[in-house]
Structures are given as C-alpha cells and as structure tokens.
C-alpha cells in the first residue's frame, strides 16, 4: 500500500479499478497532482449546477444519501491507499461545495462564486470545531465530516451575505 502523497500510476489504476474509488476520487477530480481539493469542489459544481432546480427538502435527501455513500466509499479508498484521508478523494468536497451552494439554489449568479469561495476558505482554514473533528474523527465518517461543517458555516456566511445585500 502507498503512503506517497502524489499517487503513482499503480495507486490510481487500483482507485479507478473500483467503484468506491471512482466515487471517492469525485470522478476521478481529485487525481490532479496538486490542489486536488480545489478541483473537487470545482467538479461538484458541474452536478449541482444540473440539479439546481431540486426543493430544498430533495437537495438534503441527495446530501444525505451522498454523505453516507462517501463515507463508504471514501473507507474502501482509503483501505486501497493504505492512507486514511489521501489528498485524491474529494467526495467529501463535493458534498461540502453542495452544502455550502445551498443558499445559491435561487439566487444570482454571483451566489455560486462566494460559495465555492467560502468553502474552500472554511475547508483549508478549518476553524474551530471544523480542524478539532478532522484532527479526531477518522475513517471514512472522518473524512466527510470536517467539510460537511466547513459546508454549513460555508452556506451560513452565504445565507447572511445574500440577505442582507440582495
């Protein structure tokens, strides 16, 4: 098993070769050789962007369904890397950049930018509680859940920028 941080071509075959790896890795967006995060989160917005037009109550059924799905998946992955939280899988940001564009789902265009940007800025910052549960929390459940909170206080500071400038 690797323990390399920039994966060779054997780790990604392996990755690729299963279906949790697939997923975990974002469709395959986080097997950049840098800012693999980043890149996550762009990818996830291309999804998001399709499913848009949900209610609110089916976009928490779809993040619901995602985080358990990553959590599995991100397991499995991380069993093949032989590394718990690899920089490659980003389903964890896929899921936090839909959490944060939540407020956006209606609202202008501009919205989905400040999402992506303040999540990316709560996911690399990882204030408190966010880096006290990535630091503790492992597993897959580890690996989604700190930027599970990174996508709330990510849609928070987006819900309170909308209202009170829109």
Do not use: N
Not at 27 to 36: I, Y
Not at 67 to 91: E, K, M, Y
Not at 137 to 158: N, R, T
């Amino acid at each position: 098993m690797s323990t390399k941080y920039v994966l060779d071509p054997a780790d990604r075959r392996r990755l690729l070769a299963t279906p949790e790896g697939w997923l975990a890795t974002g469709f395959g967006s986080g097997l950049t050789p840098k800012a693999q995060g980043t890149f996550g989160s762009l990818a996830a917005i291309l999804p998001w962007l399709f499913l848009r037009d949900l209610t609110v109550i089916a976009w928490l059924g779809v993040i619901v369904v995602a985080f358990a799905i990553g959590v599995a998946a991100c397991d499995a992955a991380g069993r093949i890397l032989g590394v718990a939280d690899h920089r490659s899988l980003v389903w964890d940001e896929f899921v936090g950049q839909w959490i944060a564009l939540m407020p956006a789902l209606h609202g202008p265009w501009w919205s989905v930018v400040f999402g992506f940007a303040l999540f990316r800025l709560f996911d690399v910052w990882k204030p408190w509680p966010i880096g006290w549960f990535d630091r503790r929390v492992k597993g897959g459940f580890g690996v989604m859940l700190d930027d599970l909170i990174a996508g709330v206080f990510a849609a928070v500071v987006l819900f309170l920028i909308l209202h009170f400038i829109a």
